[in-house]
């Protein structure tokens, strides 16, 4: 569902800067239960734009070409489980969690001049798709009402040294039965678990420090040593390619345990 933007929001500092949205998407709620408890029922709210402003990290002062940066920010309300939830240790006396065989789960968000076109899907080690959200959105001001995906499909190649995208395209299938094929081509990574998304250095996302607190550390994000134990959820910024034109954007994915078809046959 989109959702009209009618306001500038400012970020907190450190950092002064001011974002336009594009546009607002509300991702459909997402329902997974496991035995014993319910372990999501969600919403995700996006929004992409353009940012203007600065940024300083220690001495270095870093100014914001609004006609070079891209902004996207996302939240959620609801029960969330495992990185990103809040979810602190739930002790040894619940029943087990199901196991599955492999699990991939994949999004991408990629901006281009005239639209943005975001998807999401989770799927079995087979492939079965059990849950995916997608939609395309257009500027606020072009008055263009949002278009539908139906359904992606994808031809992904891995790194030897993580299950992370280094290649691949996505093709999107609209509403009306036409499809394009998105060529992506990764630029660089980041990793949410070193963000509160997993415990790192003793933090998380969830954990109470009280009403006043502020830490912070260092790692090296070129040492595999460091990545290896926050890879299970990536995000890989990328330039992509659909229909002659040139974006960028986002792939985010989790991808474990068995899935044949890329050659993976267990944990």
């Keep these: 569902m989109c959702e009209r933007c009618w306001a500038q929001r400012p970020w907190p500092e450190p950092g002064s800067t001011v974002t336009r949205p594009v546009s607002r998407l509300r991702a459909d709620a997402g329902f997974s239960p496991q035995p014993g408890r319910v372990i999501e029922d969600a919403r995700r709210f996006y929004q992409n734009g353009e940012l203007e402003g600065w940024i300083e990290v220690g001495d270095e002062r870093i100014d914001i070409d609004p006609q070079r940066w891209w902004f996207g920010r996302d939240h959620s309300w609801g029960v969330r489980h495992g990185p ?31 639209e943005l076109v975001h998807f999401a899907q989770r799927e079995t080690s087979a492939g079965e798709r059990w849950q995916f959200e997608g939609e395309l959105l257009y500027p606020i001001d072009s008055g263009h009402e949002p278009g539908k995906i139906i359904d992606v499909e994808h031809d992904l190649k891995f790194r030897d040294e993580l299950r992370v995208i280094r290649s691949g395209t996505f093709t999107i299938h609209r509403g009306d039965r036409s499809t394009s094929t998105i060529d992506v081509t990764p630029l660089c990574d980041f990793w949410p678990g070193l963000a509160g998304y997993m415990e790192v250095n003793g933090y998380a996302s969830g ?58 046959t267990g944990w």
């Design 207 to 264: 954990y109470w420090r009280g009403t006043d607190f502020i830490d912070g550390y260092t790692v090296d994000t070129g040492d595999l040593a460091v990545i290896r134990p926050v890879s299970m959820l990536s995000e890989t910024l990328c330039e992509v390619r659909m229909d002659g034109k040139v974006g960028h954007g986002l792939v985010e994915m989790v991808f474990m345990g068995a899935y044949p078809r890329y050659g993976y």
């Design 84 to 114: 990103g939830g809040g979810s602190l240790p739930e002790g040894t006396e619940l029943q087990p969690a199901e196991i599955p065989d492999g699990v991939l789960y994949y999004m991408g968000i990629f901006q281009f001049d005239d």
